[in-house]
């Protein structure tokens, strides 16, 4: 795997999230669309723990380091469906549809603001998710080889899909597994049906799809810039 810096991959995603809060603070009408600004941030949460484990991985070559590791892999993973959940934010374009439509079936110019205001956001918490998978990936890659990377990457895509169902169907939040274990028995009792495991299937393979397409582009711009 092509080693990204983690540093310049950090600044890139913050320059990118800061012009999005800047656009919507532009664009901003009502304060319905505020809890963006919050599932941005915890969107940025996986991220920071990924970035860690990832620079650690590279600096600290020992035992300790890899129990490091492990901990932050884990809430890495507990907080991962954070990022992708806010493509589920469009929804509230539909939910609001009230207030763009006109009786005629036209969209007034507000419509096509706030979508494209949701959509930045969208755009961000995917650009973390795959970030963040991306260090993530490398390290497993480091630890237990090519395939078994792999299988690392695409349990975790499969995962995040079962997380947002969790968060946007039976509205769990990710610290709700250290406040409230008998909730998350419940609700995971509850969600294990076939609609259930549909929807998570389905968005884990859009992750999966929109994480692949990210590994090939990086790739083949590494391999790009090495013939040149």
Not at 128 to 140: D, G, P, R
Not at 202 to 217: D, K, N, P, R, T
Request: with cysteine; charged share 10%; hydrophobic share 55%.
């Amino acid at each position: 795997m092509i080693n990204l810096s983690a540093w310049r991959s950090a600044a890139f995603l913050a320059a990118l999230s800061a012009l999005t809060l800047l656009v919507y603070s532009v664009f901003r009408n009502k304060t319905y669309y505020d809890f963006l600004t919050w599932n941005l941030f915890l969107a940025w949460v996986p991220f920071v723990f990924s970035f860690i484990a990832y620079e650690t991985g590279r600096r600290v070559r020992s035992r300790m380091g890899a129990v490091i590791i492990v901990v932050l892999g884990a809430c890495w993973l507990l907080f991962y469906p954070n990022s992708p959940y806010i493509v589920t934010d469009l929804v509230h374009l539909t939910a609001m549809k009230g207030l763009y439509a006109s009786d005629q079936g036209t969209f007034a110019f507000r419509y096509w603001y706030d979508l494209l205001v949701v959509v930045l956001f969208a755009w961000n918490g995917l650009l973390l998710c795959v970030f963040s998978l991306y260090q993530v990936h490398s390290l497993m890659r480091l630890a237990a080889g090519p395939l078994l990377g792999w299988v690392f990457a695409a349990g975790a895509a499969l995962l995040g899909g079962y997380g947002v169902l969790l968060g946007r169907v039976y509205r769990l939040n990710s610290w709700d597994v250290l406040t409230d274990i008998h909730l998350i028995r419940q609700i995971a009792q509850e969600s294990l049906h076939a609609r259930g495991l549909l929807f998570s299937l389905l968005f884990g393979f859009m992750i999966g799809i929109v994480y692949v397409s990210f590994y090939f582009a990086i790739h083949q711009a590494g391999r790009a810039g090495q013939r040149a």
